[in-house]
């Protein structure tokens, strides 16, 4: 059986030799597994491709300030298969709305300093584990709270939290659009 290839689309990265077959002759089932590690790579790729190129130009069309929060989304959600990117949208979305929410508060209403900063954060970490979200809710709620906190235009700082809302959304929406209607997905 030397020289035999069987092709499993079901498991393209299993090690299938063994010394059983024959009479004492190893036998090796090459898989095609390298190529479709290529393929769904460079698939992979061009996906994340698009879905940051849309949200960026959708983000600069839209004249956002920092256009380059929306891309930033669409690569994470883009980094998921679709039925967890739906999910991780949903975690990021969350967390977004919380961190900006709770960055606008705080700026608005209490001084700033490391300590208020550091508590903030701890509150938006208990109101994440009260509402149950799951905790990846929270490093996205803080990475924005973080952004937002640290504006340097502070006077505008409820339209910043505003922005980096819609930045977000933008790529996520990008994001999953993308990834619903690529080539070749499987629309079960």
Known sequence: MAGVSFWRPDC?????????HGDGER???????????MQA???SSLQIALAAVLALATAQALQLPDAYWAPISAIVCSLEAFDRAFETARRRLIGTLLGVGL?????????QSLLTYGLCIGLLGWLCYAARLHP????????????VVTEADQAAIWLTAAT?????????LVALLVIQYWPGRSKS
């Open 164 to 172: 980096r809302f819609i930045d977000v959304a933008l790529g996520i």
């Open 12 to 20: 393209p990265f299993v090690d299938l030799s063994d010394e059983k």
């Open 103 to 111: 960055a606008a508060v705080q700026v608005s209403f209490v001084q």
């Open 27 to 37: 036998s090796t089932i090459l898989l095609n597994g390298a190529d479709l590690l």
């Open 41 to 43: 790579s460079i698939s």
């Open 136 to 147: 990846s809710s929270l490093r996205f709620g803080a990475i924005a709270f973080t952004v």
